[in-house]
């Protein structure tokens, strides 16, 4: 079973961190490090995981917000940030922190950039970068078609990790800067209800849900 997630969630708009290794290599990287990064790093620790990449569905502050931790008490090389580039201007700015009354530190700068198609290699798994902004310019989620790498006989559906996006009943809020409503309804509509029903959506705030669920039941682009 090689995909493990471990779900935190953390800081002042209690965002979900997920913390993703493949457990027969112990690669691990966290998707959205959001807050307390020391804590991020000591649940990986505890697992015997290293984390080597900091992946950012998009640059707001509290999806950002322990990456200066987690590089800072890291041993070895630095976590490699990965983001796509739309979202480098919020990034500088501290991820709109300081509309809120938050001044983080960003920590290490990005050094990969994110486009649509891209595939990312964690251990044996694979992730694939769908380019879907709307929430910000350069929001990104994160697919794993097959999160179990040996053929087993009962199939494990693929997970979607999707940032402010799509939640579980809600969507991602378009009054921040770069927010774009139409656009935020065409990246759901080609990048997530195109994926598997059964596909599960891990997002930004909130507990989880499915593709097939948020297709027939979310309030805003829902058939119901
Ligand atoms: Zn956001
Ligand atoms: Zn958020």
């Known amino acids: 079973m090689p995909l493990e997630i471990v779900t ?17 290599t112990r690669d691990a990287a ?77 920590g290490p700068e990005p050094a990969i950039d994110f486009y649509q198609g891209q595939i990312l290699k964690l251990g044996s798994i694979e992730f694939e970068v769908r380019f879907t902004p709307g929430h910000t310019t350069g929001h990104c989620v994160l697919y794993v078609a097959e999160p179990r790498v040996e053929r087993s006989r009962s199939a494990v559906p693929g997970v979607c990790f999707c940032g402010d996006l799509i939640f579980n009943g809600s969507v991602g809020r378009t009054d921040f800067p770069g927010g774009d409503w139409d656009t935020l309804v065409n990246s759901i509509k080609t990048q997530i209800f195109t994926l598997p029903d059964e596909t599960r959506l891990l997002s930004g705030h909130g507990p989880e849900t499915t593709v097939g669920q948020e297709k027939m039941y979310n309030p805003f682009v829902g058939e119901r």
Do not use: C, M
């Open 30 to 106: 966290v998707i959205d490090p959001s807050w307390d990064g020391k804590l991020i790093l000591s649940e990986a620790r505890s697992r015997g995981w290293r984390i080597a990449h900091l992946w950012y569905t998009h640059a707001h502050f509290d999806h950002i917000g322990g990456a200066a931790e987690i590089a800072d008490a890291s041993e070895g090389p630095l976590p490699l940030v990965a983001l796509h580039p739309n979202d480098h201007v919020l990034w500088r700015a501290g991820g709109g922190g300081a509309l809120f009354g938050f001044n983080i530190d960003p």
């Open 8 to 24: 935190l969630t953390l800081g002042p708009a209690q965002t979900n961190a997920y913390l993703v290794a493949d457990s027969d």
